[in-house]
């Protein structure tokens, strides 16, 4: 895979490396800091990353088991948190083509509506079932502002290993 913003052909990426970031990521949402519109959402960020690199180790499936683990985490209803991620997940990569060949802040808006939708599933849903809308929850648009402000960070920290060089040869020009 090629990093276009760099140039830089990447080497591929180790499946422990994906799946230990996703249990990182997976932790720092069940750290008990409270639900306040200024915490991202860490996994939804790592799920998102990956189903645009590497689909075919991250798919919808395991979108929707992270998504069933959070519905249980935060007791909320079964099933909200897991159709929003594996939402996510498919339009990630279904638009993986058009956002890798993009800049990183220019990333960052294309996956912005991406976080909005998870943002705004929960509310959408509880409105449909109690006919009542939550108008505090609506500060997930600043969740999800958050996270695609964070998406250039995230593309660089996730994306480091595969940018080191195998070994150094001052002679090979690649």
């Given at each position: ?42 996994l939804i960020i790592c799920i998102v ?126």
């Amino acid at each position: 895979m090629i990093d276009f913003q760099s140039g830089y052909i990447l080497r591929p990426v180790n499946p422990i490396f994906i799946y230990f970031s996703l249990l990182c990521a997976l932790l720092l949402n069940l750290l008990p800091i409270g639900n306040y519109s200024w915490v991202p959402d860490w996994l939804i960020i790592c799920i998102v990353f990956w189903n645009i690199h590497q689909h075919r180790y991250v798919g919808v499936i395991t979108a929707f088991i992270l998504g069933l683990l959070m519905d249980v985490h935060n007791s909320d209803l079964l099933g909200l948190h897991a159709f929003s991620y594996t939402l996510v997940a498919y339009l990630a990569i279904s638009w993986h083509r058009r956002i890798v060949a993009l800049t990183a802040p220019t990333q960052a808006l294309h996956v912005l509506p991406m976080f909005l939708l998870v943002s705004l599933c929960p509310v959408l849903a509880h409105w449909i079932l109690s006919g009542e809308i939550y108008w505090w929850a609506l500060t997930g648009t600043v969740q999800s502002v958050i996270e695609a402000l964070l998406w250039p960070l995230a593309t660089r920290v996730l994306l480091s290993p595969q940018r080191r060089p195998i070994d150094v040869d001052h002679n090979r020009p690649l």
